[in-house]
């Protein structure tokens, strides 16, 4: 019993001694900073309005058959009409002044160099001010790939919805293409 009762003892001995350091050990106080968003870097401010334009759902100004077709009869190097159709569609037909830059590979080669570009695709890569006309068969890829052009940063992009289907009906030459 002895025994017992000094066992007791030590052990609330060590648990007094524990409470009493830790009540005489000084606690460290948190500082809690806040930052105010009206106080955000003008730089950072205008980088993130600018990453949230890009990821903004967009649709391109979308260009009639009547808007295209002077467009095709007098080319310029400042506007590419762009097919994003894949070679094999292109081969039947493709609207006059057109250059070929199918869908599939078409983020990729916004990332290359100018010099890279023009030797895999034949054409200059347009620069990021550059009116850019996207066609297809029907319009759907060509609004994909006016999607994929803006968020790469470039900003004068036409949508040619009627695409390739509007195109050969209103040449009257039938759609040859599927």
Excluded at 65 to 88: C, F, G, H, M, N
Excluded at 169 to 174: D, N, P, S, T, V
Aim: proline share 6%.
């Amino acid at each position: 019993m002895l025994r017992l009762t000094f066992a007791r003892s030590v052990a609330i001995a060590r648990t007094a001694s524990h409470a009493r350091v830790s009540v005489i050990t000084p606690r460290l106080a948190l500082q809690h900073v806040r930052y105010e968003s009206s106080k955000i870097p003008e730089e950072r401010k205008k980088m993130l309005e600018a990453r949230d334009e890009l990821q903004r759902d967009w649709n391109a100004k979308v260009i009639t058959y009547e808007e295209l077709k002077p467009k095709t009869l007098q080319p310029s190097p400042d506007a590419y009409l762009i097919d994003v159709r894949e070679p094999d569609e292109v081969v039947q037909g493709s609207i006059p002044s057109a250059v070929n830059l199918p869908l599939s590979v078409l983020p990729n080669a916004l990332h290359l160099s100018p010099e890279e570009f023009k030797e895999k695709f034949g054409f200059e890569k347009p620069h990021k001010d550059q009116e850019l006309t996207f066609y297809c068969r029907s319009g759907k890829r060509s609004t994909s790939a006016s999607d994929v052009a803006k968020r790469n940063g470039y900003t004068n992009i036409l949508n040619y919805t009627g695409s390739w289907l509007d195109w050969t009906e209103r040449e009257g030459k039938g759609s040859k293409s599927t």
